[in-house]
């Protein structure tokens, strides 16, 4: 490998490191923010969990997906979801910030990454979807892992992200559980952290 391929590849993982400072407005099941690098670690971990569920999915490219589809987050920051609107050119920023994060990188390698960001933001081939109904999933588990929350918080995570869950019999699935238990979280049902195989009405 050239000198300069590789110290272009090293200078873009030194500089997606910021990923691991970038935070989200959830936590962890001890109150600790949750950062975006931590949340793209278990939606890759979500895919490797459902692999064989994941049907007429190429998984590989699905893996992909979910590991660059936050990291222009490394240099703007995450906008909270109830704080999004469809005029605040959240995407278009994004990207911009994903292009200066790849800039050191080969341009092969640069134009690889950006695709595949730009393949999960259209949100049009089998796996860009279901990246995102998973992703959307991942979040609301760690709401429930979250110490506990108002009414409101738990009411907003009902309606999220059903677009991109409700697609696939798997996502619609998933989701059917994931709110069960949030709607079992608001009525004190059972705690934060809750297991679902002990809340579940089959065993």
Request: with cysteine; charged share 30%; hydrophobic share 40%.
């Amino acid at each position: 490998m050239p000198a300069e391929r590789l110290a272009g590849l090293l200078d873009f993982m030194q500089a997606a490191e910021r990923l691991k400072d970038t935070l989200r407005s959830g936590a962890t099941r001890r109150g600790r923010p949750e950062s975006t690098a931590e949340h793209s670690w278990r939606l890759a971990l979500m895919v490797l969990v459902f692999e064989r569920e994941l049907a007429g999915i190429d998984v590989l490219k699905l893996l992909k997906l979910c590991i660059v589809h936050d990291l222009g987050e490394a240099i703007s920051g995450d906008v909270p979801a109830p704080l999004q609107t469809a005029d605040d050119n959240r995407v278009a920023r994004e990207r911009q910030d994903f292009e200066t994060l790849c800039a050191p990188l080969p341009p092969d390698v640069a134009r690889h990454l950006m695709d595949l960001w730009g393949e999960y933001s259209a949100a049009e081939t089998p796996e860009a979807r279901m990246a995102k109904g998973l992703d959307k999933l991942e979040t609301m588990l760690q709401h429930q892992l979250m110490p506990l929350q108002n009414t409101s918080f738990y009411s907003f995570n009902l309606t999220y992200g059903t677009r991109q869950t409700d697609f696939q019999p798997l996502t619609r699935q998933i989701r059917k559980d994931v709110d069960a238990g949030t709607r079992a979280i608001m009525e004190g049902a059972v705690e934060p952290g809750f297991r679902y195989r002990a809340a579940s009405k089959d065993d």
